[in-house]
């Protein structure tokens, strides 16, 4: 089964053209009757992109079942988002919208859970969209090779202490989730994560003879 | 004059332009339920040029609806409303917006299927209309079918005629691929027979709209009327006659009615009213050389735009513009070579 058929669309290079495309996929679905919600994820810097605004004003005035989620890395590529940007808190720029907004703290699962919750109820209920920001935090680079110079190592190490798998199993120590239950859950994430890693690098390079797949029919592919 | 295509055994009556292409949207939104359309103005006002008006009021506002001032957000939300199976029909007001949602249109939808490993289909269809009015000026008056074929994932129809506007138009709703359906503004007003019920013109068929062995003239869109009028001119002053060829579809381009008639004349003009620099023309010289070389009796000329922004007065207009004694002198000077 592919991707789209589980509900997982093409993804985007294109930061924040995957917005209005959320906000069709949201039409087709309140056209037909659908409970099905549609979700755009994005990043804090897909903030300044005129169509992120563009949809989110669609999604309001056509009452969408949709929800913008925002993770708020604090980076934008290689620059801190604050610079980039007139307010405190990326939800207080969508305000003017008369969009339904949620802030939850990124780290933590059960926060992250529960705001989408209340997005999803108020989209099946009829109430229109959500804007969800996520504050978290990207502890890697931007792309292999990324130098860093834009932050401390002080600062990742601090956000580090978030982590949100540290947060998560601290909390379920506290609901008494024993230890050899967490560990056989890492376990087979790891060898899932394995698998697919070794499957990947096994297999074959794709046909050259086949490199027309998924042109349309009228597209001329010959030299 | 040979006639448009017409379907067996049903009656044609004059309709303009804009009346056709309202024809082919009323009988789409009636005939396939996932059809609707989005558009500025298309709705409450009937659209800038008129032509669709009465539909809002026939079919609802959730089959036509109305948009903010946001190409890259309406197009972007017909994407996705395709990808989900609906069939849109989106309006972009003046061609020269299609450049506001170019992301949507060139890195979107011309390549979600690809993207996908075929997994998806995207059913859209966006018409605008382009070209020089009267007095629109360089911002509102762009002919940019040229960027819809050199980036492949459009299909790309331009009719001249009645009865194209609406089987083109047709043909381009019920393609499972993203179509473009460029009208032109001078021509809605136009005359000409058009077959009633379903008329669906496949694309990839250009039409001989008069024939004869001296030259060959192909024009696309509000051009052709001009090699239609040259044609006439050369006839009566040079007694030369020329096959008039109406592309009809840029994209896919029936190169072999071109080079059928290349090869029984020899000598090729192209007519367009887009710019010369990388249109539409150069590609067709480009591939007559390449196919019919031993067939030419001379190199093939283009009568294009300027390659300039669109003036805004009326003189200045007329000048821009490829004019029926450029097509003229154009022809001359092949039949010289």
């Known amino acids: ?223 | 004059m040979t006639p448009p295509a017409a379907a067996a055994a049903t009656s044609s009556r004059t309709l303009t332009f804009r009346d056709a292409v309202r024809e082919a949207l009323e009988l789409e939104l009636a005939r396939d339920p996932r059809t609707f359309l989005m558009g500025e103005d298309i709705g409450a006002y009937g659209g800038v040029y008129k032509v669709t008006a009465g539909l809002l009021e026939r079919f609802g506002p959730d089959r036509v609806m109305d948009t903010p001032i946001a190409e890259a957000g309406f197009v972007g939300t017909a994407v996705g409303a395709a990808l989900a199976g609906k069939r849109p029909i989106v309006e972009i007001m003046f061609m020269d917006f299609v450049l506001v949602a170019a992301d949507q249109l060139l890195n979107q939808a011309a390549k979600l299927r690809f993207l996908s490993g075929d997994a998806v289909r995207l059913p859209l269809t966006v018409r605008t209309q382009h070209g020089v009015g009267a007095g629109t000026g360089a911002q509102h008056s762009q002919c940019f079918e040229a960027f819809f074929a050199h980036i492949p994932g459009f299909a790309v129809a331009v009719p001249a005629f009645p009865a194209d506007a609406k089987g083109l138009l047709a043909a381009a709703v019920r393609m499972d691929d993203p179509c473009l359906v460029v009208e032109h503004k001078a021509l809605y007003p136009t005359k000409g027979e058009v077959p009633e019920g379903e008329y669906v013109v496949p694309f990839g068929q250009a039409r001989i709209v008069e024939a004869g062995d001296d030259v060959t003239i192909v024009a696309y869109g509000r051009a052709v009327h001009t090699a239609l009028a040259a044609a006439a001119l050369l006839r009566d002053r040079d007694g030369v006659a020329a096959d008039v060829i109406d592309l009809r579809t840029i994209v896919p381009l029936d190169r072999e009615t071109v080079l059928g008639s290349v090869r029984r004349t020899g000598r090729l003009v192209v007519v367009h009213e887009a710019h010369r620099n990388v249109g539409v023309g150069a590609e067709i010289a480009a591939r007559v050389g390449e196919l019919a070389w031993s067939d030419l009796r001379a190199p093939v000329r283009r009568v294009a735009g300027l390659d300039m922004p669109v003036p805004y007065a009326q003189p200045l207009e007329a000048a821009w513009l490829p004019q029926p004694e450029d097509v003229v002198a154009a022809v001359r000077s092949v039949l010289r070579s």
Request: hydrophobic share 45%.
């Open chain 1, 1 to 223: 089964m592919s991707s789209f058929a589980r509900g997982v669309v093409v993804s985007n290079a294109i930061v924040a053209a995957n917005l209005p495309v959320a906000c069709g996929l949201a039409l087709a679905a309140k056209q037909d009757g659908r409970a099905t919600v549609t979700l755009a994820a994005f990043g804090d810097g897909a903030t300044n992109q005129a169509v992120f605004h563009e949809a989110l004003n669609l999604a309001v005035i056509w009452r969408l079942p949709v929800i913008f989620v925002c993770e708020n890395n604090q980076y934008s590529e290689m620059t801190p988002i604050r610079t980039m940007v007139g307010v405190e808190r990326l939800v207080d720029r969508v305000r003017g919208y008369g969009i339904a907004t949620e802030t939850c703290d990124g780290m933590d699962v059960e926060a992250v859970r529960a705001a989408a919750a209340d997005a999803a109820d108020r989209a099946r209920g009829g109430g229109g969209p959500t804007f969800i920001e996520a504050e978290t935090y990207r502890f890697c680079g931007h792309m292999p090779g990324d130098a860093e110079t834009y932050r401390s190592r002080d600062e990742v190490e601090a956000w580090r202490a978030r982590d949100p798998l540290t947060i998560a199993r601290t909390r379920l120590a506290t609901l008494g989730v024993g230890e050899t239950e967490v560990a056989a859950v890492d376990d087979t994430v790891e060898r899932r994560l394995s698998a697919a890693l070794d499957a990947a690098r096994a297999a074959p390079p794709p046909d050259p003879a086949a490199v027309a797949l998924g042109a349309s029919p009228y597209m001329e592919v010959t030299r």
